[in-house]
């Protein structure tokens, strides 16, 4: 059952106290360890998660690097994650007094999709006695050029049987919001294979200035099928403004279709689509996968936040109505 759930905007300079638990990702990109290397994030417990398969480019480094700096380190496939995030909050909760709150932070810089889908449903399904405060850190990526190759799309569904959706009325029309990333046609690919009567396009502005044409290029194609009324565009640096933004833009288009959401583009999208669909379950978000090449990135320095505070059902006083950005 998910818990009542509030999203709430986290700056860099407003990281700060004691967390109960950092999760850290050991991934093979240079950035996977740049938030938990120079930010201060102080943590009673903390922990690196990453992958059985993969160990490319950066990955062994660093895990010795987590290693050496005291993370507790474990390699793990999907559903093993699954089960020591849910452990590690069950023992913060033992160890709590009833009713305390619990914080954690995560740093999804180099978290896949599909694991950041898993972590948000297992934090909105948390039964705790108090408020499970979360924040989501992201490190952006210094630009480096598009891949050389286009590959074909070989998974295009929903990222977790739990965001399929449900649509009370399947014979409304189908509309599609796809986030822009610059994969070249990787978003028309998704929105020709979902038929959506209507497309809506969410294209990132990122203070770096060198993803803008790489980007408008890689989708020029689908930018012709859109009128210019459905492109909409984001800042990357101001994360709890673009999930304000795709809330009202849920809220509106849920009155007469079936939407679809397909988080391309930058991880703090894919959050803010995932934590939408918290509050909006009857909207889907896919996930369109391929035999992409892997590509190691580096850190930009630009650190941005978006926090998630979800408190159980059975905690939450009846009467209480929910506001923007909340769901009971």
């Known amino acids: 059952m998910v818990g009542h759930t509030k999203v709430r905007p986290v700056d860099r300079d407003s ?32 922990i690196a998660i990453g992958f059985e398969s993969g160990h490319l480019y950066h990955y062994d ?13 474990h390699h793990l496939n999907d559903a093993d994650f699954d089960q020591l995030v849910a452990q590690q909050l069950a023992k913060i909760r033992d160890r709590k007094s009833s009713g305390e709150d619990i914080r954690v932070c995560v740093d999804v810089s180099s978290l896949t999709r599909v694991r ?15 408020v499970l405060e979360v924040d989501f850190l992201y490190s952006l990526a210094a630009f480096s050029p598009p891949p050389a190759s286009t590959v074909p ?13 449900w649509w009370m009325a399947p014979e409304r029309p189908l509309a599609a919001g796809v986030g822009l990333g610059y994969e070249e046609n990787k978003a028309l690919g998704a929105v020709e294979h979902v038929q959506a009567s209507s497309i809506w396009t969410f294209e990132p502005v990122s203070p770096i200035v060198d993803y803008s044409p790489a980007l408008k290029q890689a989708n020029s194609t689908l930018l012709t099928l859109v009128p210019i009324a459905n492109q909409f565009r984001y800042h990357v640096n101001c994360p709890f403004d673009l999930f304000i933004a795709l809330e009202s833009f849920t809220f509106g288009i849920t009155r007469n279709h079936n939407l679809v959401l397909l988080p391309f ?22 996930r369109v996968s391929g035999a992409e090449e892997p590509a190691d990135r ?3 320095g630009e650190v941005y936040g978006l926090g998630m505070s979800v408190q159980s059902q059975q905690e939450v006083l009846l009467g209480s109505a929910p506001q923007m950005g909340e769901r009971a």
């Open 15 to 46: 990281i700060g106290g004691e967390y109960d638990l950092f999760l850290g990702v050991i991934g093979y990109e240079l950035r996977a360890r740049y938030i938990a290397e120079n930010l201060i994030v102080a943590a009673s417990r903390r």
């Open 61 to 73: 480094e660093n895990t010795h690097w987590y290693e050496s700096a005291g993370f507790a380190v």
């Open 116 to 130: 950041m889908a898993r972590l948000v449903r297992i934090f909105a399904e948390a039964q705790l006695s108090g």
């Open 153 to 165: 799309n070989r998974h295009v569904g929903p990222v977790l049987p739990s965001f399929t959706g």
């Open 265 to 286: 583009g930058p991880k703090m999208f894919a959050l803010c689509v995932l934590l939408v669909s918290i509050l909006h379950p009857e909207v889907a978000v896919w």
């Open 298 to 300: 580096e850190a930009s």
